[in-house]
């Protein structure tokens, strides 16, 4: 498993297009439902093909996606380019980086990727550097229950059991970083959304 580039998050791979997009049927309701707006300057976050980016970008005034993956970038501009979309400027990076990568946005978004940050503390306070004032700050995990319970177009899929976190453990990991948790949101079938915001200092 040595073909990732280097920072690359444990089991967060993409997977085939096909039982991702029956899983996420729906990207604008998940968008709506952890709060991302229109007029909002958002950053999707380990982007990958951009299934949510496109949405995003149709809501939000900016978008800057960001991946570690050029492969999976360049799926995601074509998605963007394809649907005429102009407003979404595309980085290949760490998400460490994200403060230095981006300038100030109203939102972070970051889904199915946080299960497998090894220092989730300091992705949380690169997060807080890159927001505004009263920026979010969104985390959408897979719930932490067995890999086989949640099977999609009849095949167990997400990531192994043992990565995955509850609720609770992805709230506690944001928790010193200067972020102040606001909600959980259920994503069903399989997904929760934790949001937080940015705290005044
Ligand atoms: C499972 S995919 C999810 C993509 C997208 N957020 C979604 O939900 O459709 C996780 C993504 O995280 C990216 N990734 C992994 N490690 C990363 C890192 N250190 N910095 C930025 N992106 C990373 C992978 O390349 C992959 O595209």
Known sequence: MSDH??????GTEMPAAGWWEALWAD???????????????????CSGDGWFTLQIAKIARRVL???IDPDL???????????????????????????????????????NAFHGVPDRARLA??????????GRFAIVNWHKRPRE???????????????????????????????????????PPYHYGAVFKRSPN
């Not at 394809?82 to 980086?97: L, P």
């Not at 306070?125 to 009263?134: E, F, I, T, Y």
């Open 149 to 187: 319970e949640t099977p999609v177009l009849g095949e167990p899929r997400g990531p192994k059991t043992e990565l995955r976190m509850s609720p609770e453990e992805t709230i506690e990991s944001v928790m010193d970083s200067g972020l102040e948790f606001t909600k959980i949101v259920e994503l």
């Open 65 to 67: 996606a960001i991946d």
């Open 5 to 10: 580039p280097p920072g690359f998050f444990q």
């Open 125 to 134: 306070k690169a997060v807080r550097a890159a927001l505004k004032g009263n």
């Open 73 to 111: 970038m360049d799926v995601a501009k074509r998605r963007l380019m394809e649907s005429g979309i102009g407003n979404c400027v595309f980085v290949v990076g760490d998400a460490y980086d994200v403060a230095r990568l981006a300038g100030s946005a109203d939102f972070v978004f970051m889904a």
């Open 27 to 45: 990207p604008v309701a998940v968008l709506r439902e952890v709060g991302v707006q229109p007029g909002m300057d958002v950053i999707d976050l």
